[in-house]
């Protein structure tokens, strides 16, 4: 069949024009970056694939997740993220305090409850997470997208702990913190900040007597070989938060904003899921690999000795925050109350 000039330039306009509409799409197709502070299976790492698995079911863009050391500690990667060399970091507030002084309330001890579901109300519902903390992070050039639980933070140490006389003498290492160094003196220890790639040594050389970490992190850390003596203080939950870069957030389209948002809401309720018996499981498992862990859960009387020494660093807080710190505390004692009432 013999075709027309005038066709076959109609046929060669559509075909620019189709080649056209593709290169817009593939240009709109990003690869992200996203970087956290655990091990591969750990809490972090499940939010960060299904952070990564909504992004790339619902949109032409990919996720490349970094784990624990691939781009260095946690430092590191708030610092790339703040600089825009990662879109995404994960980062608790253990470490975030440094920039945000406000994000250290979570170290105070005997202020979250430890019972899970009233820690998972706490974190849907809560105004101080929900509405205070995104404007906390947006002054430090970061989009607070999710705040979540982890788990209840258990201590190890060279032998049990069941008063605060037991911390006498000894050294436990602490993330890079103030709060949490007047968390651990408050209790009678000596508070040692190291990275977390240096705790395992540390104890096998006895150049610390403990450290505290959700169970998980003690399993797949192996910190029960070289600290077996555990302890359940019930002082509190370990928090979390997923958050990007500010400008790299600002600069997406309604859609892509609305897509991270959704992918975040996706992640946290894939993770309360992950993280319902992990504890148990953890546990298990460690007591399964070793006969000289011990496993100690304080009495609702041995606990009030530790929770006496609560308020010292309460004050302590306000003293570092300010007011707005002091607002916070209250707003976030309301919650609770909202919550366990």
Do not use: C
């Not at 507030?93 to 945000?100: D, K, Q």
């Not at 849907?124 to 933070?153: H, V």
């Amino acid at each position: 069949m013999k075709t027309s000039a005038s066709f076959t330039r109609i046929l060669g306009v559509s075909a620019l024009a189709a080649a056209t509409l593709g290169a817009a799409s593939m240009a709109q197709a990003a690869n992200w970056r996203y970087a956290h502070e655990e091990y591969e299976g750990d809490v972090q790492d499940v939010y960060a694939y299904a952070f990564k698995e909504y992004i790339e079911d619902n949109s032409d863009h990919t996720l490349q997740v970094y784990r624990f050391g691939e781009l260095g500690e946690s430092d590191d990667i708030m610092e790339q993220t703040q600089n825009g060399i990662l879109q995404f970091v994960n980062q608790s507030p253990g470490f975030t305090g440094s920039l945000i002084p406000e994000a250290q309330i979570f170290f105070i001890p005997y202020l979250m409850p430890t019972d899970m579901d009233t820690v998972v109300q706490f974190f849907r519902e809560s105004k101080a997470i929900n509405e205070d903390f995104p404007e906390l992070y947006a002054e430090q050039n970061l989009e607070l997208l999710q705040m979540y639980p982890e788990g209840e933070m258990v201590v190890t140490a060279d032998e049990p702990i069941t008063e605060p006389a037991d911390f006498d003498g000894k050294k436990i290492r602490i993330m890079t913190n103030p709060l949490l160094a007047s968390t651990y003196e408050a209790f009678g220890a000596t508070a040692t900040p190291l990275p977390w790639g240096e705790v395992y040594g540390a104890l096998q050389t006895n150049m610390i007597q403990g450290q505290e970490n959700p169970i998980f992190w003690i399993e797949s850390g192996g910190l029960y070989e070289v600290s077996p003596n555990l302890t359940f203080t019930g002082h509190g939950w370990f928090t979390t938060a997923a958050m990007a870069n500010q400008d790299f957030y600002n600069g997406l389209s309604s859609e892509d904003q609305q897509l991270i948002q959704d992918a975040a809401d996706y992640a946290f309720e894939e993770i309360l899921v992950h993280i319902d018996g992990l504890a148990d499981e953890a546990l298990a498992a460690i007591e399964a690999a070793s006969d000289d862990v011990t496993v100690t859960r304080l009495t609702d009387e041995q606990i009030e000795l530790f929770k006496a020494r609560a308020p010292q660093v309460e004050e302590t807080f306000i003293e570092m925050t300010g007011e707005s710190g002091e607002a916070l505390l209250n707003q976030f004692k309301a919650d609770l109350e909202a919550v366990t009432n």
